[in-house]
Each structure stands twice: as C-alpha cells, then as structure tokens.
C-alpha cells in the first residue's frame, strides 16, 4: 500500500512559478520502483494528464506545458516534483500525482487508467 500527499499549490498571476511536490509513503516497495505523473482537473473540465517520470527518470509532457514544466523525482526523498513556469490562466486546476508500480511501458500516453493510486490533490490558481 502506498500513500501521496500533494502540497505547493497556491494562487499566483500570470507569468508566475510554483513548485508541487508530492511525499510517497511505502511500506512495502522502494519509491525508486514506482512509475509516477501530475494531473490536472479544472472546473468543468476532463482529467488531464500533465506530465510522466518512468522508474528510470525518463519524462514524457501534455503539449500544451512543453518547455514550462519540469517534473522530476528525488528517491532519496521519496519526493516527486513539478516545477511550474511561465504559468498562464489556462493552467488554473486541482493537480493530482499519481503512481503505479512498476513500469508503465507506454507511459506517454499519459492516461490516467495507467495510475492506480492517487493523492488529494492541491489547488492551482493563476489569474490574468
């Protein structure tokens, strides 16, 4: 059983940055064997896949975040991030990370029925 907590969100203008993170519990597998991703869900809107990390740290991004977000892991902390840029109004949501055991080989399709276990999420909102 593993166990997410989001934290970071915020409120911020256009333009701004954020950094999400997300604490991983296990207590029974090492977080360097969890494949990990950032959603998002905006009101009224569909879940979104926002960017991927493989056990490896290959990464794979939505389009429309490509060159502004940068998502890593840091496995001595059990922690993954999502480093936030050049934020526009579009990118206001509740981000949630996610995470699946083992490897997802197709992992940049970027879907959420890869993803088995999911944190609260933490709120985003970025203003014009």
């Known amino acids: 059983q593993v166990q997410l907590v989001e934290s970071g969100g915020g409120s911020v203008q256009a333009g701004g940055s954020l950094r999400l993170s997300c604490a991983v519990s296990?207590?029974?597998?090492?977080?360097?064997?969890?494949?990990m991703g950032w959603f998002r869900q905006g009101p009224g809107k569909e879940r979104e896949g926002v960017a991927a990390?493989?056990?490896?740290?290959?990464?794979t991004y939505v389009d429309s975040v490509k060159g502004r977000f940068t998502i890593s892991r840091d496995n001595a902390k059990n922690t993954l991030y999502l480093q936030m840029n050049s934020l526009k109004p579009e990118d206001t949501a509740m981000y949630y990370c996610?995470?699946?055991?083992?490897?997802?080989?197709?992992?940049?399709?970027?879907?959420?029925?890869?993803?088995?276990?999911w944190g609260q999420g933490t709120q985003v909102t970025v203003s014009s």
């Open positions: 296990s207590y029974t597998y090492s977080y360097s064997e969890y494949s």
């Open positions: 996610a995470t699946k055991w083992g490897d997802i080989p197709d992992y940049r399709r970027l879907s959420a029925d890869q993803y088995v276990k």
């Open positions: 990390i493989t056990v490896t740290g290959a990464s």
